[in-house]
């Protein structure tokens, strides 16, 4: 079967760091354009960051340049790297899987708080 399986959220500082990791297992992880998306309470879900199976990545304006997003294909698993965090970053973070069929994972929550 597919998972998803996200790691690395929590809670942290304004200013601070954290690094979200994105397991897949049950695909062709080589095959698939990843993503991480967020949702927010009362907002709708938005793409944070994306990266094609070719190694292209585009990025909301909100976190370009502080956030990056990879991929080790050997290691079927997708990274968002987050620096310089703001409160307005807290949301629930969820991994994507796109093909001819998309697979989300379970979401893991990111606060940002003082």
């Known amino acids: 079967q597919v998972q998803l399986v996200e790691s690395g959220g929590g809670l942290v500082q304004p200013g601070g760091s954290l690094r979200l990791s994105c397991a897949a297992s049950?695909?062709?992880?080589?095959?698939?354009?990843m993503g991480w998306y967020r949702q927010a309470p009362g907002k709708q879900r938005e793409l944070v960051a994306g990266?094609?199976?070719?190694?292209?990545?585009n990025y909301a304006d909100s976190v370009k340049g502080r956030f990056t997003i990879s991929r080790d294909n050997a290691k079927n698993t997708l990274y968002l790297q987050m620096n310089s965090l703001k409160p307005d970053d807290t949301a629930v973070y969820y991994c994507?899987?796109?093909?001819?069929?998309?697979?989300w994972g379970q979401g893991t929550q990111v606060t940002v708080s003082s």
């Open positions: 049950g695909i062709i992880f080589s095959l698939y354009d």
């Open positions: 994507k899987a796109a093909s001819h069929y998309d697979y």
């Open positions: 990266i094609t199976r070719a190694g292209s990545t």
